[in-house]
């Protein structure tokens, strides 16, 4: 009888993927220490958890707390840090011009992650090829001129007298219109980020399909307007997915069918909308998707991109506009000698509404120093928009530090505004720093403030946008004396209750009832910023 031996079983399934996770293990240990001790940018200053990998990034985004925690890193590193193993954040004005200053050779925009939503077709505002953004926005540039504007001011204007005419309908109906809550026979409260919210989605989508959305008549979001808000939270998760290039090889096609089933709904309804403008002729008209319509007929434009363009106007120049409209009123309600003053402003320069048009605002220099001012403490984009040093240009300056090819550059809008060594007192509301009236504020860096970006990629909706806010804020606080209802509603704490909301609950922010009634509404995410301010206000009658 032989004796039998039996050879020790090497490969078994357990042992091999010990092994491969050993190999993982050991390839994520040297991509961090070279990313720590041998990348080009190990000399920038920074958190080293930050630098060694995306992780600390792409959770901070999903938290919807990336501005705050790349505030704070500033504030301990300064104005110029390592926040991800191939990317630095500056927050410092220089930058504006290094990287959003040099006309036809601004940084391009960072395809990693702007061209992350697939789902997506390329439109004005994703495109990161310079010569396409180019032609694109050469094509789309006459919707947005002055003489255009003028064209559409009757617009703007019909939306915000029906803004007055609906809330002083509620002032006189004790508040019965639209479910808001009654307080007293004179006096009414109402949630002000919902009605700025109709009003601007109102004026933008009769400016690009020919019809509002009948937000304000029916004193509720249309369906098609909490797809947008809906969506938010979903592109930070794809985004975040996105830093993570072999993460998005794997999943890439659950990714996409992801953000596709969300996107289904909305890209439907916009080719729905701009069939019905194209079919009622109102084509014809001189308004921000003219331009586009006048590509499409001449065939030099697809009915998909001009879908796909018409919806980012949208998503890009409504909520923008109401974020900062809410964000402004709640800044004079916690500061009342400074709403005295934008009041006596207004009352003093009007006699009667109709008064209050596209020229004349112009002249209410304090109050557009308000909207300033507002946009500084609580920027609507306040997260750095990525862009990339080009592969093949062999590096660049920016801010005196030399940075190689394929480093992504961020600018970030909070940190820079919140920052200690551009502004006195950077947590105060003090519009006064703008109109240069008191010589304590006199060296602050008023022109480190772009909430618009500069350069080739800068809002092309700036002075639409710009219009919007100042007409809707002027008729508003000219026709209604506004005091904020509860302390408690506004502040938790010593913080104003948006950021409170944010850093404890980033992710299950409940709306309150006149807001998306019913839904989990999703704060913030990389694109689309809704910092969630809830503004109340109690209009005295009028
Ligand atoms: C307070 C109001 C607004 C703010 C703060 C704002 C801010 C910005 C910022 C920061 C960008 C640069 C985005 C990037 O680099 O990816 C941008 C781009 C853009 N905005 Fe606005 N925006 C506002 C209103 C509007 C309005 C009313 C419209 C009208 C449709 C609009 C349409 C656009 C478009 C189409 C782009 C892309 C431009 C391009 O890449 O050439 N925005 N906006």
Not at 50 to 60: C, G, K, L, N, T
Not at 261 to 284: F, N, V, W
Not at 390 to 395: A, E, I, L, N, V
């Amino acid at each position: 009888m032989g004796l039998l031996f039996e050879a020790p079983a090497l490969c078994t399934t357990p042992r091999i993927f010990a092994g491969v996770l050993v190999v993982a293990g050991l390839c994520i240990l040297i991509l961090a220490l070279y990313n720590l001790l041998l990348h080009p940018l190990r000399r920038f200053p920074g958190p080293k958890s930050w630098a060694i990998s995306r992780i600390p990034y792409a959770r901070s985004l999903t938290n919807a707390t990336l501005p705050y925690d790349i505030d704070e890193l500033h504030q301990k590193y300064g104005p110029i840090v390592r926040v991800a193993p191939d990317e630095i954040a500056f927050a410092h004005p220089q930058a504006w011009k290094d990287v959003m200053g040099r006309g036809s050779s601004d940084l391009p925009k960072w395809a990693q992650t702007y061209l992350s939503n697939t789902a997506v077709k390329p439109h004005i505002q994703n495109c990161v090829d310079m010569e396409q953004h180019r032609q694109l926005r050469k094509a789309i540039a006459p919707g947005f001129s002055d003489a255009s504007l003028r064209a559409q001011e009757d617009i703007v204007e019909r939306y915000a007298s029906l803004l007055v005419r609906r809330l002083k309908g509620m002032c006189l109906a004790g508040g019965r219109i639209g479910g808001e809550k009654e307080r007293s026979e004179e006096k009414v409260v109402v949630d002000l980020n919902a009605w700025f919210n109709y009003l601007t989605f109102d004026i933008i989508g009769d400016l690009a399909f020919g019809e509002s959305f009948g937000c304000l008549e029916t004193s509720d979001y249309h369906p098609w307007v909490q797809s947008i808000f809906k969506m938010g939270s979903a592109s930070a998760y794809v985004v975040a997915a996105c830093l993570f290039p072999p993460v998005k090889t794997a999943m890439g096609f659950l990714l996409d069918r992801f953000i596709r089933k969300k996107l289904e709904y909305h890209l439907q309804i916009t080719a729905e909308l701009m069939k019905r403008r194209i079919d009622a002729g109102s084509d014809m008209r001189s308004d921000i998707v003219a331009p586009l319509l006048k590509q499409v007929e001449e065939n030099k434009l697809g009915f998909d991109e001009l879908v796909a363009n018409s919806a980012v106007f949208i998503a890009a120049g409504s909520e923008t506009t109401a974020t900062t409209l809410a964000g402004c009123v709640y800044y004079l309600l916690r500061n009342p000698e400074k709403l005295e003053k934008v009041k006596k402003e207004i009352r003093e320069t009007f006699e009667n509404e109709e008064e209050i048009g596209f020229d004349s605002v112009r002249g209410l220099k304090y109050m557009i120093a308000c909207l300033d001012e507002t946009m500084r403490l609580y920027p609507p984009v306040p997260t750095g928009l990525p862009r990339v040093v080009p592969t093949g240009s062999g590096g660049t300056m920016v801010c005196e530090r030399w940075l190689p090819e394929d480093t992504v550059v961020t600018i970030q809008p909070y940190a820079m505004y919140h920052s200690p060594a551009l502004w006195t007192d950077p947590e105060k509301f003090v519009p006064e720093r703008f109109t240069r009236e008191d010589p304590e504020y006199a060296n602050d860096a008023i022109e480190a403030l772009k909430p618009f970006m500069s350069g080739t990629r800068d809002c092309i909706g700036k002075n639409l946008g710009m219009f919007e806010m100042r007409l809707a804020l002027a008729r508003f606080l000219f026709n209604f004396d506004i005091e904020l209802v509860d302390e408690s509603v506004g502040w938790i704490g010593k913080q104003p209750v948006f950021w409170m909301v944010r850093k404890k609950e980033p992710f299950l922010h409940r709306s309150p009832e006149s807001h998306l009634e019913g839904e989990t509404w999703y704060t913030s995410s990389f694109w689309i910023h809704h910092l969630g301010v809830d503004v109340f206000a109690v209009f005295a009658t009028c």
